[in-house]
């Protein structure tokens, strides 16, 4: 009889462990909050969607995990970026856990990694969750620069 409650006391801790991790697995997942020059991209894509593309546009992929805090402070901020520069880049997210061979092939060791390709080849790379003006900065040193319009608009909100 004691045996029986027991059991049946641990199974209820565990079924409330587990609802309880689930729900808050939801409540922490990376906002989706992409921008329509955004695509997340596999394995299987990543040599003509980021690649090939690059030889047009640049191409800044963000290598991150569910998992990963400065992954979910990151991601809005790129997403903002890739929509204020209206299509000078591309932003292409690769999930790492998903992804493992692309994380091998490019030396991917802590989330998030962000690297900048142009004409096939990875010209920049930075690791952490970075401020505003240093994404900026890299963007611009390598050519790319966002429409005047937009940063007139920035320009009149901080005013």
Same mark, same amino acid.
């Given at each position: @009889? /004691?045996?029986?409650?027991?059991? &049946? #006391?641990? *199974?209820?801790? +565990?079924? =409330?462990? #587990? *609802?309880?991790?689930?729900?808050?697995? $939801?409540?922490?997942?990376?906002?989706?909050?992409?921008?329509? /020059?955004?695509? =997340?991209?596999?394995?299987?894509? +990543?040599?003509? @969607?980021?690649?090939?593309?690059? /030889? $047009? %546009?640049?191409? @800044? *992929?963000? +290598?991150?995990?569910?998992?990963?805090?400065?992954?979910?402070?990151? %991601?809005?901020?790129?997403?903002? =970026?890739?929509?204020?520069?209206?299509?000078? =880049?591309?932003?292409? !997210? *690769?999930?790492?856990?998903?992804?493992?061979?692309?994380?091998?092939?490019?030396?991917?060791?802590? @989330?998030?990694?962000?690297?900048? +390709?142009?004409?096939?080849?990875?010209?920049?790379?930075? %690791?952490?969750? !970075?401020?505003? /003006?240093? #994404?900026?900065?890299?963007? %611009?040193?390598?050519? #790319?620069?966002?429409?005047?319009? &937009?940063?007139?608009?920035?320009?009149?909100?901080?005013?």
């Amino acid at each position: @009889m /004691h045996l029986a409650i027991l059991t &049946a #006391i641990v *199974v209820g801790v +565990f079924t =409330f462990l #587990i *609802v309880r991790s689930l729900r808050n697995a $939801k409540q922490t997942a990376l906002p989706d909050n992409r921008s329509k /020059h955004e695509a =997340f991209v596999n394995a299987d894509e +990543f040599d003509e @969607m980021v690649l090939e593309t690059s /030889h $047009k %546009t640049p191409v @800044m *992929v963000d +290598f991150y995990a569910e998992w990963c805090g400065p992954c979910r402070n990151l %991601t809005p901020l790129l997403a903002k =970026f890739a929509d204020d520069y209206q299509g000078a =880049f591309l932003l292409a !997210k *690769v999930d790492v856990d998903k992804n493992e061979q692309l994380s091998q092939r490019f030396g991917i060791r802590a @989330m998030p990694t962000v690297l900048l +390709f142009r004409d096939g080849k990875s010209v920049e790379r930075f %690791t952490g969750a !970075k401020l505003p /003006h240093s #994404i900026q900065y890299i963007l %611009t040193k390598h050519g #790319i620069h966002e429409p005047k319009a &937009a940063a007139s608009n920035r320009e009149d909100l901080q005013e």
